[in-house]
């Protein structure tokens, strides 16, 4: 079975600073990985998606992942925040495609 | 399409009763998903559905859980009889298969039991 290690419950960051939000998965055979955004009372919203290809991965609001099969890791990075930014962030894997198996998420704090 | 539609928005009820939660998919979209979501264990995949049949129940918690799908319109997550640790958002997404790979989520619903 696959599953998804976010890091860091909570990342408190300045507005126009970088962020990274971690993940690692584990599985063993391959995998489908997925970052979703949830804003606050709402459903989750796709941010971005590896399924094969290059493993840099540009998503909506400038949000990009980077699939590194060594370290099993799928990391989210944005070189610039903003404050709408502020949101729980989840990670996701699936081996399927279409059953995912979400992380706990990671909590970002845009602050002025 | 207005998307996933989920209702109620909000339930509150107390230990012993029944509870439905009802979800209507994009149309179209072949798949249906049923999420729980609590601080404590994040979002768990409890169920889910291809072309009304379910494939996967092994996240379904106990017995007191079921769901149904009678039709590519209309799905429900029943609890009978509800506890207070049943408390969480419940989430219904579907999406299209072939390829698309990609979730459309409702808002939830807030269950409270008392």
């Known amino acids: 079975a696959q599953s998804v290690t976010q890091l860091d419950s909570q990342v408190p960051v300045f507005e126009e600073a970088p962020v990274e939000l971690r993940c690692n998965y584990s599985?063993?055979?391959?995998?489908?990985l997925f970052w979703y955004v949830q804003y606050p009372n709402q459903g989750l919203q796709l941010l971005l998606k590896?399924?094969?290809?290059?493993?840099l991965v540009k998503g909506i609001n400038g949000f990009e992942a980077e699939f590194n099969k060594s370290q099993t890791s799928f990391h989210l990075r944005k070189p610039s925040v903003h404050i709408s930014d502020t949101a729980e962030y989840f990670c996701a894997v699936s081996n399927s495609g279409y059953a995912l198996n979400f992380g706990k998420g990671t909590s970002l704090l845009v602050t002025p | 399409d207005a998307g996933v539609i989920q209702s109620p928005r909000h339930e509150v009820t107390e230990m012993g009763q029944e509870v439905t939660l009802r979800c209507k998919p994009i149309?179209?979209?072949?798949?249906l998903f049923w999420y729980r979501q609590t601080m404590m264990r994040g979002l768990e995949l409890l169920i889910y559905f291809n072309n009304n049949v379910p494939i996967d129940d092994s996240g379904m918690p106990e017995d007191r859980f079921s769901a149904k799908m009678p039709n590519a319109s209309f799905s429900t997550l029943k609890i009978q009889p509800s506890e207070p640790r049943d408390s969480a958002v419940y989430f219904c997404?579907?999406?299209f298969g072939q390829g698309e790979e990609k979730l459309f989520f409702g808002s939830g619903t807030q269950l409270s039991v008392l």
């Open positions: 599985s063993s055979v391959s995998v489908y």
């Open positions: 997404a579907s999406s």
């Open positions: 149309s179209g979209h072949d798949y």
């Open positions: 590896y399924l094969s290809g290059s493993t």
